[in-house]
């Protein structure tokens, strides 16, 4: 006796087979972009002052890091390489111990030797469209369109404080000095020295957040 295939057996392989086939039929267009890592500024307080440049080198005409209003901050000492393999957030991508302050009329590096950038985040977007001939020109296309694909998240140092990078600096000795107009004033004496505050040893260097999430688009165009 021939023993027939079993029906189901043979809707799947049927199945299977228009699935291919439909996917012959489908454009597929995906992109990959390796985005560009930014380059890492650290933003500092009291040693970044027009007073403590003339202070340090006999003038305020000093070009260095930005301060609050201007680039006449001390360029930091990198006593070793600061970064670390720190990604997620939480987690700190540089460390403390290899920044200092400079010594009183010496300057950091303004171009910092190690390379030092922010982690490195790669976007995905695939985008598929089927296309149904009307008449003549006329057409449907249906399209979808998922925008950064794998669901990545990076930390973004255009946009806000994703990572912590203020160096708060304190000025370790001050003292009381005439300021001319027979008054005195409570300054810094920068010849001793600048030491972090306990907000910067906390917290600099590390990921505060991390942006981005996937996007599905459908869209349905008449062609005519």
């Known amino acids: 006796m021939t023993r027939r295939p079993r ?7 049927l199945a299977a087979l228009s699935l291919l086939a439909l996917l012959a ?20 307080t ?17 070009i260095g890091p930005r301060n609050s209003t201007d680039y006449t901050a001390l360029a930091a000492v990198y006593t070793c390489d600061p ?5 997620d ?10 920044i200092s302050v ?26 598929i469209f089927k296309n149904f001939t009307i008449h003549g020109d006329q057409k449907i296309q249906f399209r979808t369109g998922f925008f950064n694909l ?16 203020t160096l708060n600096t304190v000025c370790n000795v001050r003292a009381d000095a005439p300021d001319g107009t027979g008054h005195t004033q409570n300054v810094c004496d920068p010849t001793q020295g600048f030491h972090y505050d306990q907000q910067t040893i906390d917290n600099f260097g590390k ?11 459908f869209v349905l165009k008449y062609y005519f």
Not at 53 to 58: D, P, R, V
Not at 114 to 119: D, E, F, G, M, V
Request: with cysteine; net charge positive.
């Open 102 to 127: 400079p010594e009183f009329g010496t300057n950091g590096d303004l171009v910092p030797k190690y390379n030092i950038r922010t982690p490195t985040r790669m976007n995905h977007d695939l985008t």
């Open 89 to 98: 957030v939480g987690e700190k991508i540089l460390d403390l111990s290899c």
């Open 25 to 44: 039929t489908i454009a597929w267009c995906p992109s990959a972009s390796a985005q560009t890592q930014d380059h890492l500024k650290c933003y500092r």
């Open 150 to 165: 794998f669901n990545q998240a990076f930390a973004n140092t255009g946009i806000a404080n994703d990572i912590n990078l």
């Open 83 to 87: 970064r670390t393999s720190g990604k």
């Open 46 to 62: 009291e040693d970044a002052s027009k007073a403590i440049a003339t202070a340090y080198f006999g003038t305020a005409d000093v």
């Open 7 to 13: 029906p189901a057996a043979g809707c799947r392989a």
């Open 207 to 217: 990921v505060n957040l991390k942006r981005g999430h996937r996007v599905i688009e």
